[in-house]
């Protein structure tokens, strides 16, 4: 079997699933989602499915499904949204690793610390809209389209298994509150 393969599966798809699961059962458990709907058209408009998600409406969500519908939903913003998480937590780490002190803290308490930290979070921002092109600079990569397929495909795989077992999960409710009943 082809080793960049093997690393993409480990590497990419099964993370993206482990990430998509998360947050379609959670998208389940608080709502957003039913199960006879499909995962694309959940966080749209039932009555106008053309109009976007309104901001009012990403601001009741939770802090990442809102921030997933701002990426774009679907796959291409569940990517975005985990490129932007591994961009920052890689940042924050770094600060942390590299910190010589209390000094160190004190000054990102400063106006041109704390405007770089704006800026950096925009580019972050574009970075993660671009995960395509980003990835290739963090894994050594001989055929991107292995990577992109074994993406997608732990991306369907991660939002069936979540609807799975919150179909399975509903089915057991029933059974479980009739043996208390009894």
């Known amino acids: 079997m082809n080793m ?6 480990f590497y990419a798809g099964l993370p993206v699933q482990i990430f998509t699961f998360l947050m379609v059962y959670y998208a389940y458990n608080k709502g ?5 709907i499909n995962i ?5 408009d039932k009555k106008n499915p053309d109009k976007k998600f309104s901001k009012a ?12 519908m ?4 679907g796959f291409y913003g569940l990517l975005a949204l985990l490129t932007f998480i591994y961009i ?8 942390l690793i590299h910190a010589t002190g209390w000094q160190s803290f004190l000054n990102l308490l400063t106006f041109d610390a704390i405007l770089g930290m704006i800026i950096e979070s925009f580019v972050n921002m574009l970075k993660a809209l671009l995960w395509f ?3 290739p600079d963090v894994f050594d990569m001989e055929n991107v389209v292995i990577w992109f397929i074994a993406s997608y495909i732990g991306y369907r795989l991660g939002a069936n298994l979540a609807q799975r077992y ?9 059974e479980n509150c009739a043996e208390e009943t009894d």
């Not at 957003?32 to 006879?36: E, I, M, N, Q």
């Not at 409406?57 to 997933?68: A, R, V, Y």
């Open 70 to 73: 701002t990426f774009g939903g």
């Open 133 to 135: 092109s980003y990835w």
């Open 166 to 174: 919150v179909l399975y999960l509903e089915k057991k409710v029933p």
């Open 40 to 44: 694309r058209d959940a966080f749209t």
């Open 88 to 95: 920052e937590l890689d940042q924050t780490i770094q600060f």
């Open 57 to 68: 409406n990403k601001k009741s969500l939770l802090f990442l499904h809102s921030k997933w």
């Open 32 to 36: 957003y989602l039913t199960s006879d």
């Open 4 to 9: 960049d393969l093997i690393k993409a599966i």
